[in-house]
């Protein structure tokens, strides 16, 4: 049996992947969480083949859990299943070392199927948002991606400065940068394009 560990805050979602992932005979999913910091506990208590998790969740998104995960040698190998197509994902998830990156809306078949290439050792990339992922690099780095992502949560500068154990005037500055990179006027829209295209 493959043994799978879903995350997924939407509870509605969360039951049908598991519905449906349980009508296929060599699958058992043996964990379901709604945030990204009880994903991550349930597959260090549970040690899954498979982890199978949306990307934006509470506390950590998918690919923060995956990036943990890789960090601490974890044996569960990870499928990212986002519900939008925004290729700058795919390229943040093979840097953390997701095995698997398909779209919500793929056929439940081959989601099974998936799970099976990636238990096996192997990958399951949806191709289409191959191709396109390697159209347009990310221009952010992990720091100006966390600052603005803070940012866009609504938290001041001291907020940010304290969380990430930084200057006021460091997180204006990667801000700067990051708004400076992304051509945009201020850190709303600089957000709003980095969250479009997959970047925050």
């Known amino acids: 049996m493959i043994r799978v560990v879903?995350?997924?805050?939407?509870?509605?979602?969360?039951?049908?992947?598991?519905?449906?992932?349980?009508?296929?005979?060599?699958?058992e999913v043996v964990g379901q969480a709604a945030t990204g910091p009880d994903a991550l506990a349930l597959v260090e208590r549970t040690k899954p083949d498979v982890l199978l998790t949306d990307?934006?969740?509470?506390g950590l998104t998918g690919l923060d859990v995956a990036?943990?995960?890789?960090?601490?040698?974890s044996t569960a190998r990870v499928?990212?299943?986002?519900t939008f197509a925004r290729p700058g994902y795919l390229r943040r998830a093979l840097d953390v070392g997701a095995s698997g990156y398909l779209?919500?809306?793929s056929?439940?078949?081959?989601?099974?199927?998936?799970?099976?290439?990636?238990?096996?050792?192997?990958?399951?990339?949806?191709?289409?948002?191959?191709?396109?992922?390697?159209t347009e690099p990310d221009p952010l780095t992990d720091r100006e991606r966390q600052v603005l992502r803070l940012a866009d949560e609504g938290c001041t500068g001291e907020h940010i400065a304290r969380q990430l154990t930084l200057s006021e005037g460091t997180v204006r500055n990667y801000l700067s940068e990051?708004?400076?990179k992304l051509g945009a006027a201020n850190r709303v829209e600089a957000a709003r394009i980095a969250r479009q295209k997959g970047w925050l």
Do not use: F, Y
């Open 6 to 27: 879903i995350a997924e805050d939407q509870s509605m979602i969360l039951g049908a992947l598991a519905a449906l992932l349980e009508i296929e005979r060599d699958i």
């Open 55 to 58: 990307i934006e969740m509470p």
């Open 67 to 73: 990036g943990e995960l890789r960090a601490k040698s």
């Open 79 to 82: 499928i990212i299943l986002p």
């Open 103 to 105: 779209l919500k809306d």
């Open 107 to 134: 056929p439940s078949a081959q989601l099974a199927e998936a799970i099976r290439r990636v238990a096996a050792g192997g990958r399951a990339i949806d191709p289409t948002l191959a191709a396109e992922a390697w």
């Open 178 to 180: 990051a708004i400076g």
